[in-house]
């Protein structure tokens, strides 16, 4: 199982062979140009949508990665100004792992994601003793046990948090064998025969599956998976930062954003329902705040 000593240690690895170190640092922000570090489609097609839209005197370079680590190193370096290439969740356990200082600034999309099935045809179908192929990132496990859950297939603790594991499940009433795997390869346990496999559009499309093929998808009315633009904290109240919100929050973000949704790809999160709770709680506790100085005068 993946735990957080071997995610240390990947993450020392990459940073190391990638020559993330001091010597090789250049400017996150040079000359009012922002580096954007990204991924895979649709992320880096929102990346570009933002840059030509961005308002003077800011310009957005896409710096494109190969992985699911480097973007958050080049970030926390200071290599790049911003990423846009994953969800808060997954921003968390970065931090949480190296003492980091990233923050979530602009919701954009939620992924419609689920579990895929070369052999069921439909959740009737499920056998006991199943094998379940789960992303190998605590992050993304948890997104998938929580949608098993979601469909009545496994129970969790009840005191769970936000990030669960296979050792969380309480009941487990069709016995299903649990495998965990780079979220990279899970397109090749689905073409490997795996019975159930999570997986998001992006690296499934590779195999011409959408999530109408999916044989269940997510229900998160929430949007705790969304994809964010990210940054450093110092960075979360500059010009800069403000800048890129209102180019990932744009006009044609959300147009293009919307054509995917149409199309059954993901669905729009600039205005979530959580980001909606936060803010109401950050207003809440300000007026508390207030209230406490008023009263001790």
Wanted: aromatic content about 10%; proline content about 5%.
């Amino acid at each position: 199982m993946f735990n957080k000593n071997m995610f240390k240690s990947f993450v020392a690895f990459v940073a190391v062979s990638l020559g993330f170190n001091s010597l090789m640092l250049v400017s996150a922000q040079e000359d009012n140009v922002l580096k954007i570090a990204s991924h895979l489609p649709p992320m880096t097609d929102i990346v570009e949508i933002a840059a030509d839209v961005i308002e003077e005197p800011y310009s957005i370079e896409l710096v494109e990665v190969s992985d699911n680590i480097q973007y958050n190193e080049a970030v926390f370096n200071d290599e790049v100004f911003g990423s846009f290439a994953q969800h808060r969740p997954f921003m968390e356990m970065f931090n949480d792992e190296r003492e980091a200082d990233l923050v979530a600034i602009q919701p954009v999309y939620n992924a419609v994601v689920g579990f895929y099935s070369p052999v069921y045809k439909t959740m009737d179908d499920i056998e006991e003793g199943a094998e379940v192929a789960i992303p190998s990132d605590p992050a993304n496990e948890a997104r998938a046990l929580f949608i098993l859950e979601q469909h009545d297939l496994i129970t969790l603790d009840d005191e769970v948090g936000l990030l669960p594991t296979v050792d969380d499940i309480t009941e487990n009433p069709y016995n299903f064998k649990f495998s965990h795997v780079d979220l990279l390869n899970l397109t090749g346990a689905y073409e490997d025969g795996v019975e159930l496999v999570f997986n998001y559009p992006t690296y499934i499309a590779s195999i011409d599956l959408k999530p109408e093929d999916a044989l269940f998808l997510e229900k998160d009315e929430t949007d705790t998976f969304a994809i964010v633009l990210s940054v450093r904290e110092g960075n979360k109240e500059s010009e800069a930062a403000k800048a890129l919100q209102k180019a990932f929050s744009s006009p044609e973000v959300r147009e293009f954003v919307d054509k995917l949704a149409a199309e059954g790809h993901l669905k729009p999160a600039f205005d979530s329902k959580k980001d909606k709770e936060e803010d109401q709680a950050s207003s809440d506790q300000g007026v508390e705040e207030e209230s406490s100085e008023e009263a001790s005068k």
